[in-house]
C-alpha cells in the first residue's frame, strides 16, 4: 500500500475522514494521497499526520496519476465521475449505492467475498450498505455451515449512518430538549433526539424504504444465492457510532449452538461477546472506532431445531464503511 497513489473523493466528509485516518494508520505517505471535495472546501487543508493535504476540485485532478480512487461524496458524483477514473485505468472503490445491484458491477466484503472479483471485468468496485456488512460478515460462516434459508432483521442504526448532518441535529436536538425547549427536525423526518424513528431513507411503493431494500437485496448478492427470504426494518436511533442489527435466521439443517460459536470464533473479522451471566453483550460504545463485528446473545430457537437468533454491532462509519473499502484496496495490492 506504501507505494501506491490513493484518491480519496468526499475526504472532508464523515467517512472521507475516516479513510484518511486508516491510510495513515496503515503507513500510506501523505505524499501518495490526493484529496478531493466539494467546491465550498477547495482550498482547504487536512491534517494527514504532521503533514496537510491540500483539498482539489475534481474536476482539476489527472485520474491516471492514481492507482486506486474511493469514492464518498454522494450516489450524484460516483455516477458522473467514476466511469472516467476507471477509464483512466484508475480502480474504483465506491461507497455510494449508486452501482451496487448492476450486473456487472461487483458488491464486495472483502473477507467473504472477494474472489469474486475474478468474475467480473470492472475498474470499479462496490462498497455494500454499512449494516448489510456487518450482518452478512456474522450470516456467512453460518451459512456455510448450515444453509441459510430466511433472514428477518431488525436495525439499530446511529445518525452518523445519515452523514455529519445526522450526528449534528440530534446533538442540537438533546441541548435544546435538555432546556425545556422545542426541538426541530431538519435533516430527519421526526424528532430522534430521546426518540427512534422507523424509517431510513425514502419509501418505495412497496412500503419498504430503500434502505430495508438495499439489506434484503445486496444480502443475496454478497452471498450469491437469490432464494434466500429476507425482511429488514431498518431504525434510526440515538446513538452517534454504532449499528447493530437483530437477527433471526432460519436455515437447512439443525442448528448446532456450539458449532456455530466455533465457526464464528474462527471467521476473520468477527468477534464473540456473549456471557448473559455477566451481563456481557456488545453495544455501539464496545464497537466504536473498532475494526471487527461483534456478535452476542447468540441462541437456538427452543422450537424451530433449524433456527437461531443473534445480535451484532459494528462502527458503521469504519467497517461499514471506510475500512471494508480500504481492506478491498490492500487485497487487490497484494494480489498484484
Known amino acids: 500500500m506504501k507505494n501506491q497513489n490513493i484518491l480519496v473523493v468526499g475526504a472532508t466528509g464523515r467517512v472521507g475522514r475516516e479513510m484518511l485516518s486508516i491510510l495513515q494508520e496503515i503507513g ?9 471535495a466539494s467546491e465550498r472546501s477547495v482550498g482547504q487543508t487536512i491534517l494527514y499526520g504532521k503533514n496537510s493535504l491540500e483539498v482539489k476540485d475534481i474536476n482539476s485532478i489527472n485520474f491516471s496519476e492514481y492507482d486506486y480512487a474511493l469514492f464518498s461524496a454522494g450516489s450524484a458524483v460516483s455516477a458522473k465521475y467514476t466511469p472516467k477514473v476507471a477509464e483512466s485505468g ?5 461507497n455510494t449505492s449508486f452501482f451496487r445491484m448492476k450486473e456487472d458491477i461487483p458488491l464486495i466484503v472483502p473477507e467473504i467475498n472477494f474472489d469474486y472479483l475474478e468474475r467480473y471485468n470492472s475498474k470499479i468496485i462496490s462498497n455494500p450498505n454499512c449494516s448489510t456488512i456487518q450482518m452478512v460478515m456474522v450470516l456467512k460462516p453460518l451459512h456455510d455451515t448450515f444453509g441459510l434459508q430466511e433472514v428477518v432483521v431488525s436495525t439499530y442504526q446511529a445518525t452518523s449512518g445519515a452523514g455529519q448532518k445526522g450526528v449534528d441535529e440530534l446533538m442540537e436536538q438533546t441541548e435544546l430538549v435538555l432546556h425545556g425547549k422545542t426541538a426541530t427536525s431538519h435533516h430527519f423526518k421526526r424528532q430522534i433526539a430521546f426518540n427512534i424513528i422507523p424509517q431510513i431513507d425514502e419509501f418505495s411503493s412497496s412500503g419498504y424504504t430503500k434502505e ?5 437485496n445486496e444480502t443475496k448478492k454478497i452471498l ?10 431498518c431504525v434510526r436511533v440515538p446513538v452517534i457510532v454504532g449499528h447493530a442489527v ?3 435466521a432460519q436455515f ?29 453483550y456488545a453495544t455501539p460504545i464496545d464497537c466504536a472506532s473498532k475494526n471487527d463485528v461483534y456478535v452476542s446473545r447468540l441462541r437456538k430457537h427452543p422450537d424451530m431445531e433449524n433456527a437461531l437468533s443473534f445480535w451484532c454491532v459494528a462502527d458503521n462509519v469504519r467497517k461499514g464503511a471506510a475500512l471494508n473499502a480500504i481492506q478491498i484496496v490492500q487485497r487487490l495490492v497484494a494480489q498484484r
Open 212 to 216: 430495508e431494500l438495499k439489506m434484503m
Open 28 to 36: 500510506v505517505p501523505a505524499q501518495n494521497i490526493g484529496v478531493v
Open 252 to 280: 437447512d439443517k439443525p442448528v448446532d449452538i456450539q458449532l456455530a460459536y466455533q465457526v464464528l470464533s474462527n471467521f476473520p473479522g468477527v468477534k464473540i461477546i456473549d456471557n448473559p451471566e455477566r451481563y456481557e
Open 90 to 94: 484508475c480502480i474504483v472503490v465506491d
Open 224 to 233: 450469491d444465492k437469490s432464494d434466500i427470504i429476507i425482511t429488514a426494518t
Open 246 to 248: 437483530s437477527v433471526f
